[in-house]
């Protein structure tokens, strides 16, 4: 297909790399199509909510996205630690701030993915729902042929697949490629509505805390509402079937959990405790990935979770994805020739990707340990968590502070 007219780019995914890809080929002139597999992003319902990092946020800012965070979620410049005896380790910066004030947000998952997807249809970006991609190959004229499950088919000139974590794109251009495996673990989250119980609890508004809970990860925020917003991960070797998720009701995993933090001090059992079924996040296993080595062929290119996958509790995978998107819609802007702009993309971003996801790995990588290796990295982790704190948000300058330039060619 020619290089002269406007190309067609088919985004397979409509989670958050797939909206803000999305927003960021209209800007960059290509005409992107959304196609998600539901009539919703599946991945909204899992987890309770998402921290966006200054990073992401100041690339969003290039596409004049940023303030779809802002406007759904509130600020969290701090992380502070506790360990299960309810002591507090230390607090950390979550980045510093950007030229026009704006901090590190979080937003509750639905919202923040609705509102994305909302503002890319609001631009005029077209979405195809109910369009579960299963295969793709290249057609004589150089562009791609994509294949549904409900038996459609489409033709673009590129193929981007923002697909998540079990990506079927990044198979389809490796079928060798790993696949993302069980971390031994699933999650929990949910939001308590009765405004009082923050109050009650003397908990600080603005901060993302984690408990290193004696048999659970536990983090949580209050919300400028006065909600408090919280997460799980509770170890379990076994991940659990489609038929236990599909039949354990909120009550029973919140009772189930609730023992599990019983044998800690400090305010996880009684949030937990005080979150009705209608906002409880049931369970839902955690994945990890290994590295990809490879990002794209001739026609086909993989972004987010798809390529990589970053420790949720990093709060960098929203911001690796809206990077990676930024960063791939510059490349199709500036490189006429596809394949060479997709591998100007992977040389731009790998590194740092891999950098990132190694310092996620590092930071939470008790959580799903068991038995001794549990007992001996929880006595390790205040003393690493505080020699960060001294160190200062300095430390951790490479990840906030990286800076994209739309106009930079
Ligand atoms: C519990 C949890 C907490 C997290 N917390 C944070 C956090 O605080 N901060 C942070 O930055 N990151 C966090 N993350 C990571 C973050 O959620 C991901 O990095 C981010 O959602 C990646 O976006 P994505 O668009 O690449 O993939 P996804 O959000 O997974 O979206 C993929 C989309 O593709 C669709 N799809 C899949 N297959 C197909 C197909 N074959 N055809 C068509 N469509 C398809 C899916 O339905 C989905 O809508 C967390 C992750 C988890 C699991």
Redesign the pocket.
């Known amino acids: 297909m020619g290089d002269t007219t406007m190309k067609k780019a088919l985004i397979?995914?409509?989670?958050?790399?797939?909206p803000v890809t999305a927003m960021a080929l209209q800007r960059a002139g290509l005409e992107p199509i959304v196609?998600?597999?539901?009539q919703e992003?599946?991945?909204?319902q899992?987890?309770a909510?998402?921290?966006?990092?200054v990073n992401?946020l100041s690339a969003l800012s290039l596409i004049d996205a940023h303030h779809v965070v802002t406007e759904t979620g509130h600020p969290t410049g701090t992380m502070a630690f506790a360990t299960s005896a309810g002591k507090h380790i230390t607090d950390l910066p979550l980045g510093g701030v950007l030229p026009d004030g704006t901090i590190t947000h979080?937003a509750k998952?639905r919202d923040l993915?609705r509102a994305f997807n909302l503002e890319a249809a609001r631009r005029g970006v077209r979405y195809e729902y109910g369009?579960?991609?299963?295969d793709a190959a290249p057609t004589p004229d150089g562009g791609v042929l994509a294949s549904?499950a409900d038996g459609s088919t489409m033709t673009a000139d590129l193929l981007i697949g923002?697909?998540?974590?079990?990506?079927?794109?990044r198979e389809i251009i490796d079928p060798t490629a790993p696949k993302a495996h069980y971390l031994g673990m699933y999650?929990l989250?949910g939001f308590v509505t009765d405004r009082a119980l923050h109050a009650e609890l003397g908990l600080r508004p603005g901060i993302y805390n984690m408990i290193f809970g004696k048999k659970v990860f536990f983090g949580y925020l209050v919300s400028p509402e006065g909600e408090i917003w919280w997460?799980a991960n509770v170890p379990r070797p076994q991940a659990l079937t489609p038929e236990e998720s599909a039949t354990t009701t909120p009550a029973r995993f919140r009772e189930q959990l609730v023992e599990l933090l019983s044998a800690d001090k400090g305010p996880a059992a009684r949030i937990a405790a005080g979150t009705p079924d209608e906002t409880f996040v049931p369970g839902?296993n955690?994945f990890d990935m290994p590295t990809v080595r490879t990002w794209h062929n001739d026609t086909m290119v993989i972004?987010?979770?798809?390529a990589h996958?970053?420790a949720?509790?990093?709060?960098?995978?929203?911001?690796?994805?809206v990077e990676d998107a930024v960063t791939l819609a510059i490349c199709l802007r500036d490189i006429p020739d596809t394949a060479d702009a997709f591998a100007a993309f992977e040389n731009r971003r790998r590194d740092r990707v891999e950098r990132v996801v190694k310092h996620g790995a590092d930071t939470s990588g008790d959580k799903a340990t068991n038995g001794a290796g549990r007992w001996v990295v929880r006595q390790l982790t205040p003393f690493f968590l505080k020699r960060a704190a001294k160190a200062g948000i300095g430390s951790l300058n490479w990840m906030f502070d990286h800076r994209i330039s739309w106009d930079a060619r």
Request: proline share 0%; with cysteine.
């Open positions: 397979i995914g409509g989670g958050i790399a797939g196609c998600e597999a539901y992003a599946a991945a909204e899992i987890g909510y998402l921290t966006v990092a992401g979080s998952r993915y369009k579960r991609l299963v549904f923002a697909d998540g974590i079990r990506s079927r794109t999650g989250g997460f839902f955690q972004v987010g979770d798809a996958a970053v949720a509790s990093s709060g960098q995978g929203v911001s690796m994805a």
